[in-house]
């Protein structure tokens, strides 16, 4: 289960969130849209602390954050709960998808190098990408790098993945390969938070879609209803122009 009450960041005075509270369930999928500039991405980033958050509280499992209180340690433990898939993958360039997939199981978990490689090896047959075990990003499709950036999140077995458009830097013909990998998960209930501009992922998969703008959560529903009749103004204006442009 995650919790977050009262989250808030700002930058000087800007106000990018303000005040989320929200609850997941395990296994719970959670797609959150709105317009761009509107705090998802940051909200994300605040669950693990890439970005600090201002004021607020964080719940992962049984481990509770004050966030203004936070200790290095508390902020450890709570990035080993959560792992982060990025929007630009994010891999290191120098080390092979197998190396990028068991760095965090070595340098941040302290596994035992032959134990790592061999989850992660694992991990690249579970996603479809044992034969590029050797191989560097520079040579892989931008497709193939985000699914090993997802197959590192899936290594950690953490609580919670949240995923910042993962799609959003890649070609039109990779953009379902990943999609498909995420779906899988979704079908294992794995506990996913994901913003996206992918409606038919949203309409397909999610188990709640939530709406932010403005820092804040404007609405939140089952995507039936999200989509068929969404209540706020804010809600329908933003789901007419998207679907205008992005057709599903």
């Known amino acids: 289960m995650i919790e977050l009450k009262s989250l808030s960041k700002h930058f000087g005075k800007s ?6 509270d929200l609850t997941i369930k395990k296994g719970e999928i959670i797609v ?9 991405s940051t909200l994300l980033r605040c669950i693990n602390f890439l970005e600090h958050p201002t004021a607020g509280e964080i719940t992962v499992g049984d481990l509770t954050v004050d966030v203004n ?10 990035r080993r709960r959560t792992a982060f898939v990025f929007q630009n ?11 990028n997939v068991a760095e965090r199981l070595v340098v941040v978990d302290k596994w035992p190098k032959e134990k790592a490689y061999q989850r992660a090896r694992e991990i690249l047959e579970r996603i479809g990408l044992a034969d590029k ?4 990003p520079a040579s892989m499709s931008g497709g193939q790098q985000q699914r090993v950036g997802i197959g590192r999140a899936m290594a950690t077995g953490a609580d919670v993945i949240l995923f910042d458009e993962p799609t959003s830097s890649l070609d039109p013909e990779w ?7 995420m779906k899988q998960l979704a079908s294992e209930r794995q506990t996913m938070m994901v913003v996206t501009h992918e409606m038919s992922f949203a309409r397909d998969v999610a188990d709640r879609v939530i709406f932010i703008d403005g820092g804040r959560i404007v609405e939140q529903g089952p995507p039936s209803e999200i989509f068929s ?7 329908q204006d933003f789901l007419k122009k998207i679907l205008a442009t992005n057709p599903d």
């Open 15 to 20: 106000v990018v969130l303000d005040g989320i």
């Open 32 to 40: 959150i849209i709105g317009p761009s500039g509107t705090g998802k």
């Open 69 to 78: 209180r936070a200790s290095r340690a508390e902020i450890l433990l709570l």
């Open 89 to 99: 993958y994010a891999l290191f360039a120098n080390k092979t998808a197998l190396e």
């Open 133 to 136: 075990a050797d191989a560097y």
């Open 175 to 181: 953009v379902e390969e990943v999609l498909g990998l």
């Open 229 to 235: 009749n969404p209540q706020d103004p804010r809600t």
